[in-house]
């Protein structure tokens, strides 16, 4: 029978419930135990596809072609496993089945309701994914926060799971916040009991009670906490702020976050964290900094791409050195053209992943530069077509160069709809989504990167760069070198005589891996670190490569 830890937040959100849920899971892992993790979003949407990366955070694409909540990103880079579609559940997905199943009859003569109708999908869907994953321990996280209206349904779920699985096979793990107000200098405690009152309004206990705070919890706090919040004492773990995300396991971990769980649950592990201390502290040993101008139009939240700065963090921590990324708006740079000036104070450019007209001529243009002073770069998705459109106007001379997602009427479309895009209507879940096999051209630089000819990546766009103009890209020097659909889509671009000008189709940031990389991102930011040791700053840089 698989064992349920349930994840609830507390006093306010963008505490780090997910890197908690996903620190909690790699601890049990790194124990020997089969673990997975869950991850509740109570909003409407039936998934992340078509909502804001300002307002929500990047979305996060899974290999089987789910569009789902960033969470599952973390869950990914922790565990080292990938997820499914099935590792996200929303409202929008719950609501829609019971409806589905009500006009097919399911339900003739009952009134359907949320209990018990709306919990016991929810939690159906619980225990498929326990059953279909195999695993010892599944970690269900509840976004929002206890209290929230749209959450109570599932919180009322996982009341009713503790009764029909059993105290000692399902535990409450609660995430609270610990305010320190500076004319004070004390630890404020009281949110914290306000919080888990209101998880006993709605007839959960939390088992588990982790604290995050500016700083380690004081034993006066944790004893307080524990009386008030009827916890044990050795359950109420502090989470303090950390250099680094890879460092949480290691601090909940002295904290004795694994003790409470493994005796609440009759479990007896031995814990072996010597590799996961090794990745770990590659992420605070580097010294010299490289400098990365990220240049989007979702700069104002550094969530909107946060698998792309973990990516470049995952590189540097192989290649030896730390990346600053700094967030440049592609609209400033329409606005004010002498501000592409700014790049040149960067070891490298990064132009990601993004959809509409908004900053697309301020990345245009931003991909020239980084070309013309041969500052490394590398584009990615929507970032790949731009530099494209980049190159087809200044190098090919095409003037009015575009994608027809910015411009349906361009003379010269060299990024166009896929063609099985043209029939559809629908915008949620319809793009080309999820891995593919890409096939590498030998010889390529992008060949001496991945040193293997065949590679898996994932995927998430409507539009494709035009064939019909390959061929003059290629007589100009910047090469089409991977394929994936049998030739049918290209996937990776380089460009001659450049320290480093690269593009992929895919996503390279989603495969990426503290343990493992992603090889275009260490590539890229050797380049960078090459680059910033110039004539001025030595020239010998120590670089680490994973073979």
Known sequence: MPKYIFVTGGVMSGLGKGITTASVARLLQMTGTSVTCLKIDPYLNFDAGTMNPITHGEVYVTDDGGETDMDLGTYERFLNRNMSKMNNVTTGQV???????????????????????????????????????????????????????????????????????????????????????????????????????????????????????????????????????????????????????????????????????????????????????????????????????????????????????????????????RPEIDWIGSEMIEEDSSKLSLLEDYDGVVIPQGFGSRGVEGKVEAANHARVKGLPFLGLCFGFQLASVSFARHVLGLDGANSTEVDPKTPHPVVDLLP???????????????????????????????????????HRHRFEINQRYIDRFERAGMHFVAFSDRGRRAEIMELDGHPFYMGTQFHPEYVSRPENPEPIYVAFVLAAAKGSAGEGRGKQLVTRLAD
């Open 95 to 321: 609501y829609k089945r019971v409806i589905d199943e009500e006009r097919k009859g399911r339900y003739l003569g009952k009134s359907v309701q949320i209990i018990p109708h709306i919990t016991y999908e929810i939690k159906r869907r619980i225990r498929q994914l326990a059953a279909d994953s195999k695993v010892e321990v599944l970690v269900v996280e509840c976004g929002g926060t206890v209290g929230d209206i749209e959450s109570l349904p599932f919180l009322e779920a996982f009341r009713e799971m503790r009764i029909e699985e059993g105290g000692s096979n399902t535990l409450f793990l609660h995430v609270s916040l610990a305010p320190e107000l500076s004319v004070v200098g004390e630890m404020k405690t009281k949110p914290t009991q306000h919080s888990v009152q209101e998880m006993r309004r709605i007839g959960l206990q939390p088992d588990v009670v982790v604290v995050r705070g500016s700083r380690p919890l004081p034993k006066e706090a944790k004893e307080k906490i524990s009386l008030f919040a009827s916890v044990q004492r050795d359950s109420v773990i502090s989470n303090p702020d950390a250099k680094s995300i890879y460092q949480v396991p290691r601090l909940l971990e002295e904290q004795g976050v694994l003790g409470p769980i493994l005796r609440h649950f009759g479990m007896q592990r031995r814990l072996d964290m010597r590799e996961w201390d090794r990745v770990a502290d590659r992420f605070t040993s580097a010294a010299r900094a490289v400098r990365i101008a990220m240049v989007g139009k979702y700069a104002s939240l550094a969530d909107s791409y946060v698998s792309v700065n973990q990516a470049l963090l995952h590189a540097g921590a192989v290649v030896g050195v």
């Open 420 to 458: 099985e895009q043209k029939g559809v209507a629908d915008v949620g879940g319809t793009m080309r989504l999820g891995g593919h096999d890409i096939l590498l051209k030998r010889g390529s630089k992008a060949f001496e990167i991945y040193r293997k000819s065949r590679i898996r990546e994932r």
